[in-house]
């Protein structure tokens, strides 16, 4: 469609390309450039008026020669008919669309009702207005089809679903981002069951080999007593995991484990506090009761586990 509208304004516009260009349009990226199609549109209008122009002078000329032979022949009738000043165009339509019965006529339309002094009038609907209201009519049944009978447009759910899918995806986008965002400043306590199941996957995984399978310790400290070598907030678990203390075995994380990855671990590994797996490392480090729901806890002081 855009394309035959483009050909048609082209063609209009008296060859602003070439020919050779109207038979086989070049590509859609031509004609979507904003533009090309202003300059486009923009000589159509000119041309129009042009024509318009034209047309009214040659009407002109055609209405002087003819008074003038009406004259040479004394064909008077004829000659009124075409002297007189014929109602433009415009006058004509507006008056057209918006008849009804002049204030003079109303006595014609007025109906027998008697409402308290009231009365009604029989006049006709406004010609625009009853236009309009064929036009919705209209309107409504392909609207109906479009929606409805075929495919072509989606239906209401169809649109609702398609904006919740962008909005989910961008939700998704947002919270990955959020979640990779993630330090040992800002890191909280994960407590869903999706979230811990991710982090219990990663300790067997990656951690395990030093910490136990349950966390009951190896190469690498006890998880499951309230011993820390490096504290047991969040904050400090999550730090140790990310830089690691690679001085004494437990290497840096972050190469290997996104944020968020070392996030689900920091809080599986704190979920693991009082489980009594059977052969347990020794306590290392001091002992920190485990901390509750929203307490900072307490971080080794500097060197005392050293
Ligand atoms: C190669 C063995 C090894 C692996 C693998 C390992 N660790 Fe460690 N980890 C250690 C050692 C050794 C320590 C003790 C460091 C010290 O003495 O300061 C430690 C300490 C820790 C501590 C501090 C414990 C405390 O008492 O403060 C945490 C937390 C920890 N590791 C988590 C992890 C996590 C999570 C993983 C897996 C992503 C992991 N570790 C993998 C060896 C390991």
Redesign the pocket.
């Known amino acids: 469609m855009k394309r035959y509208i483009a050909l048609f304004t082209m063609l209009l516009s008296g060859g602003l390309l070439t020919a050779q260009e109207a038979v086989a349009p070049a590509s859609d990226a031509f004609y979507n450039d904003l533009f090309v199609r202003m300059i486009l549109i923009g000589a159509a209008v000119v041309m129009l008026v042009a024509i318009l122009v034209l047309y009214r002078l040659l009407m002109t000329v055609i209405k002087v020669e003819q008074i003038k032979i009406y004259k040479e022949q004394g064909l008077d009738a004829y000659l009124e008919a075409v002297a007189k000043p014929k109602e433009s165009w415009i006058m004509r339509q507006y008056k057209a669309w918006t008849a009804a019965v002049p204030v003079e006529r109303e006595a014609d339309v007025l109906l027998l009702h008697d409402y308290d002094g009231i009365h009604e009038l029989d006049n006709k609907l406004p010609p625009w207005w009853v236009a309009m209201f064929y036009i919705t009519i209209a309107f409504a049944g392909v609207y109906l089809v479009y929606y409805h009978f075929t495919d072509m447009g989606p239906s209401s759910l169809q649109e609702y679903e398609t904006e919740v899918a962008v909005a989910e995806e961008q939700v998704a986008n947002y919270l990955a981002k959020q979640a990779n965002l993630i330090d040992e400043s800002n890191v909280t306590l994960l407590t869903d069951e999706a979230a811990l199941e991710a982090g219990k996957a990663?300790?067997v995984g990656?951690?395990a080999?030093?910490?136990g399978q349950l966390g009951e310790g190896g190469?690498?400290?006890n998880?499951t007593d309230n011993?820390?070598?490096?504290?047991?907030t969040i904050n400090?678990?999550f730090k140790?995991?990310k830089y690691?203390?690679p001085e004494?075995?437990?290497?840096s994380?972050q190469a290997?484990?996104r944020p968020v990855e070392?996030h689900q671990?920091?809080s599986y590994?704190l979920t693991l506090q009082g489980t009594n797996p059977p052969n347990p490392k020794a306590p290392?480090?001091d002992l920190i009761e485990p901390a509750t729901e929203g307490s900072a806890g307490e971080t080794p002081a500097e060197g005392s586990?050293?």
């Open positions: 990663i300790f990656q951690c080999a030093c910490h190469v690498g400290p998880m011993y820390w070598l490096h504290g047991n400090d678990v140790t995991i690691g203390v004494k075995g437990m290497i994380w290997q484990l070392m671990v920091a590994i290392q480090g586990s050293l």
